[in-house]
């Protein structure tokens, strides 16, 4: 196993308090040590999970922001609506 790097003995605590973007990243490392380096079974699954887990956070993380920023486009058309109708009154 020369070069290999065993991701899942040195990984981070799986944990929301990271940004979107270190999941992301994560994951990549974790997928391309799953293609260049020779890893046991066990090894390989457990980064694949690993890989799975930071995905699913990342996802998480995108979809709190989008929701986020269609709360935020709703709250500034009622105020053009409530001005609209103000200025017709």
């Known amino acids: 196993m020369s070069g290999s790097t065993k991701l899942v003995k ?11 973007e270190e999941h992301v990243s994560y994951a990549e490392k974790i997928l391309i040590d799953l293609e260049t380096n020779d890893l046991t079974l066990e090894e390989a699954v457990e980064n694949y999970t690993e890989a799975l887990a930071r995905i699913k956070l990342a996802k998480k993380i995108l979809e709190d922001a989008q929701n986020k920023v269609e709360i935020i486009e709703r709250r500034d058309l009622d105020r053009v609506s409530t001005k609209k109708s103000k200025t017709k009154l």
């Open 10 to 20: 040195n990984k981070k605590k799986v944990s929301r308090d990271i940004s979107f």
